[in-house]
């Protein structure tokens, strides 16, 4: 019997030095990934603030009533490397009456809004609220001015007061 159990024991020594030599087999099999990067700036750069303010000069409500209210012109200049690409998106932070008219904090008035290339010569883009825009970026200025204004949305005149509204962009520089 003593020497069945010493058989019995030294089987089971050598399943354990087996074990453990696999054990230390796996870890001599792990791999090493040694991973590397580097930042580099974006291709273009914003000429204006990342958050402002726009005040819009005083409209008559007769002006619109007659629809004739007067643009406020806002400066969307980027400087890029040549050939870059600005994708932007407009979104209206209040809600919007249709594609190009963003709601304001006063009942039945509207900010009518444009978007126009400067870059060459003056040319008044689709805006569509919502919408990517792409800009390619031929040297390495790209002008565009955002221009909004009152309007008067349905039949009835809105109340004479103050309002504001929020309008975000988004853009992407490839």
């Known amino acids: 019997m003593f020497r069945q159990a010493k058989g019995s024991l030294i089987a089971a020594l050598l399943a354990s030095v087996t ?4 054990t230390v087999y796996a870890a001599e099999d792990a791999s090493q990934l040694d991973i590397t990067g580097t930042l580099i700036k974006p291709p273009c750069t914003a000429s204006f603030p990342a958050s ?7 409209a008559s409500l007769s002006a619109l009533s007659a629809d004739s209210s007067d643009w406020t012109d806002v400066d969307l200049n980027f400087k890029c490397l040549k050939g870059s690409q600005v994708l932007l998106r407009f979104t209206a932070g209040n809600g919007s009456f249709d594609s190009n ?5 006063l009942d039945r008035l509207g900010l009518k809004t444009r978007l126009s290339d400067m870059t060459s010569a003056a040319k008044v ?3 569509k609220l919502g919408e990517q825009h792409a800009f390619a970026v031929e040297d390495t200025l790209l002008m565009l001015k ?3 204004r ?4 349905g ?3 809105p109340a004479a007061g103050s309002y504001t509204s929020t309008l975000l962009m988004e853009m992407i520089y490839l």
Not at 19 to 22: A, I
Request: aromatic share 0%; hydrophobic share 40%; net charge positive.
């Open 52 to 58: 402002q303010s726009v005040d819009i000069p005083k």
């Open 101 to 105: 008219t963003l709601r304001t904090t």
């Open 146 to 148: 955002l221009s909004v």
């Open 19 to 22: 074990l453990c030599g696999s």
């Open 150 to 153: 009152p309007v008067r949305i």
């Open 155 to 157: 039949s009835q005149m």
């Open 125 to 127: 883009v689709d805006l």
